[in-house]
């Protein structure tokens, strides 16, 4: 068979064999492009292989993207451009300033030779469904933001279980995923802590957590901190016209929710960081400067990136906390 060639001493598995003899040939020049490959038959009777072995090989390279099948007729060359090890299949929840950090600190570290094709959710459920339906058999990663979403592991379990790695969130239920994530209850337990000091001056916590996009874990460590400590706390939903009080302590998971309170203390002629406080969650650059300063709560989104990168390469499955820190400024 002329574009395939087993060695059956070499010491390499034969599904690996036909792969790297379909790439040679499509690098020769001797496979064109949606030039017909043997079929998964002919191979199996040429080489006394099993149906399994063939079929391997073949959903590898259409996995790569390097060939395409089409139902009831057979395998297609789809590319000649075979340098590429890995197809990524990346589903982020949404694009924010820190995680389109988080991304580019991806693609840096990954290389040149990988695929990477980047799709969001929106934390809508059937948006979730049909991304992942859709992709399932096309890549050789995936790259899963699961976030909150309700039936989330389900539909993560349909995919190929060695090839997933869940990001950002995780939960029980994907507990045998490699995983780089933020552990949320312990994360906020522990920065408030840390910045317990500057607290103290205060007379209330209040966390304002909508709860759709939100992880749960973090609500949990608030009102952990606030029990252990002795802290009067509230958790509303949104800060919408609500009147700001001295002493209050403001814990805000969402910029838009930051621009209100910012504002409202404006109107109310209160200075942030003396007759109240802020801990915003996420660091931006912007957060540096604006009222001279905002407090932040956040993990470093490009050293998660980096960590990613490393797991997809090198295959680690590891479930890695990725560390958050409190950055103390002049807004508590």
């Known amino acids: 068979?002329?574009?395939?060639?087993?060695?059956?001493?070499?010491?390499?598995?034969k599904y690996k064999q036909i792969i790297s003899s379909i790439e040679k040939n499509i690098d020769s020049g001797q496979l064109?492009?949606?030039?017909?490959?043997?079929?998964?038959?002919?191979?199996?009777?040429?080489?006394?292989?099993?149906?399994d072995t063939v079929l391997q090989a073949y959903e590898e390279l259409k996995k790569r993207g390097v060939i395409y099948a089409i139902l009831g007729k057979g395998y297609y060359v789809k590319t000649t451009e075979i340098n590429i090890k890995h197809r990524i299949f990346v589903l982020f929840d949404e694009l924010n300033s820190f995680k389109e950090d988080l991304y580019n600190s991806f693609l840096l570290q990954v290389g040149k030779d990988v695929q990477v094709d980047i799709y969001f959710h929106h934390f809508n459920t059937k948006v979730f469904q049909k991304l992942i339906d859709e992709s399932n058999g096309n890549y050789t990663k995936y790259i899963i933001m699961p976030t909150n979403l309700v039936g989330a592991s389900s539909a993560i379990q349909t995919l190929p279980v060695d090839e997933v790695f869940i990001l950002d969130q995780t939960n029980p239920e994907l507990k045998l995923y490699p995983a780089i994530f933020q552990n949320h209850q312990k994360d906020i337990y522990n920065c408030l802590v840390l910045g317990k000091i500057k607290l103290n001056k205060y007379?209330?916590?209040?966390?304002?957590f909508p709860g759709f996009r939100e992880p749960l874990g973090m609500k949990l460590g608030f009102e952990d901190f606030c029990r252990d400590y002795g802290f009067a706390f509230e958790i509303i939903t949104e800060f919408k016209n609500r009147v700001l009080q001295k002493g209050e302590v403001y814990i805000i998971p969402n910029d838009r929710d930051l621009v209100r309170v910012i504002e409202t203390s404006k109107n109310q002629d209160l200075k942030i960081g003396q007759d109240f406080g802020v801990i915003s969650y996420n660091e931006t650059p912007l957060k540096k400067i604006i009222e001279n300063g905002i407090t932040t709560i956040s993990t470093n989104f490009e050293l998660m990136g980096r960590v990613l990168a490393q797991m997809v390469l090198k295959n680690n499955k590891d479930q890695i906390e990725n560390?958050?820190?409190?950055?103390l400024r002049n807004s508590l």
């Open 323 to 327: 560390k958050c820190h409190l950055i």
């Open 203 to 208: 007379q209330k916590l209040i966390l304002i």
């Open 32 to 51: 064109k492009k949606d030039e017909k490959l043997p079929s998964i038959n002919k191979v199996c009777l040429e080489f006394s292989l099993s149906r």
């Open 1 to 13: 068979m002329k574009f395939i060639h087993i060695q059956p001493h070499r010491g390499i598995p």
